[in-house]
């Protein structure tokens, strides 16, 4: 799976940089009237009589045990080992370095049950909506001084369900307890929560992409896919690439063959490196499962893009093209692997290919007139002119091509979504992107996630990528 950044991003410095602050209101002064009536309205919290000292010890304990040496020293040893984590090379170094964040939190843990005593008892005595939202404070200043997710997310929830934020945090906070739920591996609790999130109109740390990772990491790939699809689709161009690279690992691992055209048709049209068109063409010839005339279609795409990565994309070019029956595109495709390096002119395949092939171009080309006679010929067949397409497209010969397959379009029986797809290949050889597309556009069977990524190829050029 290719993993990316924004999956691995931590909660933990967004919880700190709210948690002290959430927790950090002052009974007394919430129950002071504001004086200055023309400053801001801040928010008033009126924790119940009885709940005040309990509320004060607690965040006493919590104050007092941040400076204490021993709980200083053992948070020092956790920001060490998660920076050692975070840099690691290896494997092995991860491994060591979890073991080591493992051991420093059990250690953290147990130097602070005096002050998870002090919060538990807050969090029993809340009793208002105020005081709720305060425990809500203490459990996040817990988390964050034992690096305690449970109790981090425990307090978000309190915060939310207080009913004291002001609306305008709601979504930040639904984020927040979404992020955590990642984090603890809890997709169940963490999908409404980012739902919740982004219809409050948040989008900031890829909550979309963490609610489609919600739902992905717990064997629905189908419907995280759709999100990651409408994720993508709202941000256009401005898609991370590491996105659709992402909707492509998922959906070729779960076969979903629309799923992975859909993605690899956007990272082609957003980002069409040789690298990307390599990975878009490879993922829907394996999940398609394309063969012979039908394959060809898709590796003259990778011919065009000159995206050819391995010995096996030239040597099913060559298979799928025959050099006994298109020889000039055969030849000309075992040259350009000799010359990559990726083809071995010793190898008794490419031998013997590369024989045919040269033994058979004078004789193939001599043919040609008499194609082209046959298929201008009032009694000629879709057959007959398709062949004379074939014939001039595997010479590169766009132009006359073209004629020859317009031809075989206004005749009978001609079997039109190959014709359509051939037709539009040839119109983009010659430079032709509005022809081209609307070609590609009209091929609606089978070939048509091939037609797509033909259609992805003359949009970008057209847009001079």
Sequence with gaps: ???????????????????????????????????????????????????????????????????????????????????????????????????????????????????????????????????????????????????????????????????????????????????????????????????????????????????????????QQAAGLKVLQDAAAKSGAATPSDWLRYGIAVSYKAKLANEASWFSNNLVTNYPTTENWSLAIAVVRDLRGYSGQDQIDLLRLMERTKSFMEERDYVEYIQAADPRRLPGEALKIINAGLAAGKLNGADQFVSDAKAQASGRIAADKASLPGMDKDARAANSTAATAQAAGDAYLSYDDAAKAEEMYKLALGKPGVDANRVQLRLGIVQADQGKWADAIASFDKVTDTRAPIAQLWAAYAKGKAAGK
């Design 1 to 219: 799976m290719i993993r990316t950044k924004f999956f691995a991003r931590s909660a933990l410095g967004l919880v700190m940089a709210m948690g002290l602050a959430a927790g950090a209101a002052s009974p007394a002064a919430a129950k002071d009237k504001e004086k200055d009536k023309g400053k801001p309205q801040e928010m008033k919290i009126a924790p119940s009589k009885a709940y005040i000292p309990i509320y004060v010890a607690a965040k006493k304990a919590l104050d007092e045990g941040a400076k204490r040496a021993d709980v200083v020293a053992a948070r020092q040893k956790v920001t060490t080992a998660q920076a050692a984590y975070n840099n690691a090379a290896t494997k092995k170094a991860k491994a060591d370095a979890q073991l080591a964040i493992d051991a420093g939190n059990k250690e953290l843990a147990a130097l602070l049950p005096a002050e998870r005593t002090a919060v538990d008892t807050a969090v029993a005595a809340a009793t208002t909506p105020d005081d709720k939202y305060l425990s809500g404070g203490l459990l996040l200043n817990l988390g964050n001084l034992g690096f305690d997710k449970q109790a981090q997310r425990q307090g978000v929830r309190m915060q939310i369900d207080s009913g004291k934020l002001p609306a305008a945090d709601v979504p930040k906070y639904n984020a927040i307890y979404g992020q955590l739920s990642m984090e603890l591996k809890d997709y169940a609790a963490a999908r409404p929560a980012l739902q919740a999130a982004l219809d409050g109109g948040y989008t900031q740390g890829d909550v979309a992409i963490l609610l489609a990772d919600a739902y992905i990491k717990d064997g």
